[in-house]
């Protein structure tokens, strides 16, 4: 199970058809503890630059994220 | 580096840009490429090879070889017609290669043109295709839209140097300031700090005012040898030093999103040829998609310190009477951004600020010009210099 801490982050507000149903989402990248970085979308509570994070699945190669 | 002669740049026209339902792609790059050629007092025949700028015409409007498509309807014949992609740095990535088949003396005189027909498509599935100068593999993927990677870049941004909200906001009132006095500009039209602040959110932190618009347009020029110049025009301008870069597509491949390698690399490299450092420049085009593009480039161009960019901005240094006056054109906020068409317009507007011919918008200090042309989350990079001969 993948945890990093968030670099940077946003929320989408004008996405494209294919994901238009899901906004407003946030989008982060995070620098994984195991090194490297990954864009990743978050679920549950909105997270800040600097808070840690864990992966809770991967949907449909898309990773997700939430805060630990 | 290898030898090189002298090019100048000795035609220029450019559509003005916005909405235009009744012109397509090729009537775009046509009347662009018509307004250079009379520019340079010249006609087709002179034109020894075509090099366009273009995004994403397939997606756009499903024409594709646009290179000799439009060519042929300038009255060019036989000769080497080959487009360019590279994202919002087509046209500049165009501009650089016509440059270097000219230096090397493979060619003497050749046009460089960029267009991009956004408007006939829903906002949507404009969006959808601005997405793919993104990396769809991974951040595309996961959700990222264009502007959601410059917010991105804007909260490390803000994060890092303590740049604000309101330092963002500076840069498109000033740009809306000088495209108002821009007759080819999409939006002519003043802005408030509390306006531009205020706008519905794109991708948090930017607003819709943080944005560069969705346009049509084109714009050409002629470029030659720069001992043959004064056959073209009494108004010549040299290129002084230029240089393209590349980086990684996706964002979360750099070590550092506040800073783009792509544009301290070609910025480096054309101040060298050009034996000049920032300091020296007097204006410039800066490729401000996003608000926070243009803090970025100033700072990666040695013009303000690293994380002063937001800073310098909201002091006004960067306002038609600042210190360093930058976008005089409007920029890409307030003139419109037909992608494929920027980086050789950004050259029209440097030129014409350089000949003396900005009317309204000119400025005082017009020696030594720069333009900045940047693809994707700085993917690639085109820097050119230019001086009045």
Redesign the interface.
């Known amino acids: 199970m993948q945890t990093g801490t968030v670099y940077t982050e946003t929320i989408v507000h004008l996405a494209p058809e294919r994901f238009a149903a899901d906004v407003p989402y946030q989008v982060i990248i995070v620098v994984l503890d195991s090194g490297g970085r990954i864009t990743a979308r978050v679920d549950g509570d909105r997270v800040s630059i600097g808070d840690h994070v864990v992966e809770t699945e991967n949907r449909e190669g898309v990773p997700v994220f939430r805060k630990l | 580096m290898k030898y090189l002669r002298d090019v100048t740049v000795v035609g220029a026209g450019k559509t003005p840009f916005g909405i235009f339902p009744d012109k397509d792609l090729r009537t775009l790059a046509v009347e662009a490429g018509q307004k250079a050629l009379a520019n340079a007092r010249t006609d087709p025949g002179a034109i020894e090879a075509f090099y366009l700028g273009n995004f994403a015409g397939p997606e756009f409007t499903s024409q594709n070889h646009l290179a000799p498509y439009i060519s042929t309807a300038l009255g060019m014949k036989g000769i080497p017609s080959t487009r360019f992609e590279a994202a919002c740095a087509s046209s500049g990535a165009a501009f650089f290669h016509a440059f270097m088949g000219v230096a090397s003396g493979i060619y003497d005189v050749v046009m460089v043109a960029g267009v991009e027909k956004m408007t006939c498509q829903p906002?949507?599935?404009v969006?959808?295709i601005l997405?793919g100068a993104g990396d769809c593999a991974?951040?595309v993927?996961?959700?990222?839209?264009f502007?959601?990677l410059f917010?991105?870049?804007a909260?490390?941004h803000m994060?890092d140097f303590g740049t604000k909200r309101e330092h963002l906001s500076a840069v498109a009132v000033k740009n809306h300031e000088n495209g108002a006095l821009n007759p080819d500009a999409q939006m002519r039209k003043v802005i408030t700090l509390e306006q531009a602040m205020n706008a519905?959110?794109?991708?948090?932190?930017?607003n819709l005012y943080d944005c560069s618009l969705i346009s049509d347009g084109a714009a050409a020029v002629v470029i030659c040898a720069a001992d043959r110049a004064r056959e073209f025009t009494g108004k010549p301008v040299k290129v002084r030093g230029i240089a393209q870069a590349s980086d990684f597509v996706?964002?979360?491949?750099k070590p550092d999103?506040t800073t783009f390698p792509a544009v301290r690399g070609a910025g480096q490299k054309a101040y060298e040829m050009a034996g000049i450092a920032a300091k020296d420049i007097e204006f410039a085009e800066l490729h401000d998609c996003f608000t926070i593009a243009e803090i970025v480039a100033m700072e990666d161009l040695g013009f303000v310190e690293r994380g002063r960019g937001g800073f310098f901005s909201f002091e006004g240094g960067t306002r038609r009477t600042g210190a360093l006056p930058i976008n005089a054109s409007g920029g890409l906020k307030s003139k419109g951004h037909p992608v494929g068409a920027t980086g050789v317009a950004q050259i029209c507007d440097v030129v014409q600020q350089l000949r003396c011919e900005a009317g309204d918008r000119q400025l005082p200090r017009h020696g030594l010009g720069l333009a900045q042309n940047l693809g994707g989350s700085g993917a690639s990079c085109v820097v050119t210099i230019l001086e009045r001969m």
């Open positions: 906002t949507a599935r969006t959808e997405a991974t951040e993927k996961a959700g990222s839209t502007p959601s917010a991105m870049i909260r490390r994060h519905r959110p794109i991708a948090e932190p930017l996706a964002l979360d491949r999103i």
